[in-house]
């Protein structure tokens, strides 16, 4: 497992990002507490999605796929955490949710892509 801790800290860093800007573009601040509050629902869906998808894809799992990894990370940090976040009290509005699922899909599954064309073009050129 411990090859995939990349991949597990760049998740989370992403989603700390994602929290960051949106605390931001919101004039909030940009305290530890804040963030964290802002953060925690997403990273725990997060969790849950690599959880899942180690167990499910356990004899085949690679948390540098995009595809399935990238897209259950995607969705179980969303809806995981847009879960969380409604059971806690906090909003989720339909204009968050749209953003929250571009800019988690776009990270999440993003840098997974270009991380597969990086690896195909070094095993082509050899």
Same mark, same amino acid.
């Given at each position: 497992?411990?090859?995939?801790?990349?991949?597990?800290?760049?998740?989370?860093?992403?989603?700390?990002v994602?929290? %960051?800007?949106g605390?931001?573009?919101?004039?909030?601040?940009?305290?530890?507490? #804040?963030l964290?509050? =802002?953060?925690?629902?997403?990273?725990? #869906?997060? /969790?849950?999605?690599?959880?899942? =998808? %180690?167990?499910?894809?356990r004899?085949k799992?690679?948390a540098?796929?995009?595809?399935? /990894?990238?897209?259950?990370l995607?969705?179980?940090a969303?809806? #995981?955490?847009?879960?969380?976040?409604?059971?806690?009290?906090? #909003? =989720?509005? /339909?204009?968050?949710?749209?953003?929250? =699922?571009?800019?988690?899909g776009a990270?999440l599954?993003?840098?997974?892509?270009?991380?597969?064309?990086?690896?195909?073009?070094?095993? %082509?050129?050899?």
């Amino acid at each position: 497992m411990r090859k995939y801790a990349p991949a597990l800290v760049l998740d989370v860093i992403l989603v700390v990002v994602f929290a %960051a800007v949106g605390r931001s573009s919101h004039d909030e601040a940009l305290d530890l507490v #804040g963030l964290a509050g =802002t953060a925690w629902p997403f990273l725990g #869906g997060l /969790t849950i999605g690599w959880f899942l =998808t %180690a167990w499910l894809y356990r004899d085949k799992f690679d948390a540098y796929a995009a595809v399935p /990894t990238g897209l259950i990370l995607w969705a179980s940090a969303l809806v #995981g955490g847009m879960l969380l976040r409604s059971l806690s009290g906090q #909003g =989720t509005a /339909t204009a968050f949710i749209i953003v929250a =699922t571009l800019f988690l899909g776009a990270v999440l599954i993003g840098w997974r892509v270009i991380a597969q064309a990086v690896i195909r073009r070094r095993v %082509a050129t050899g």
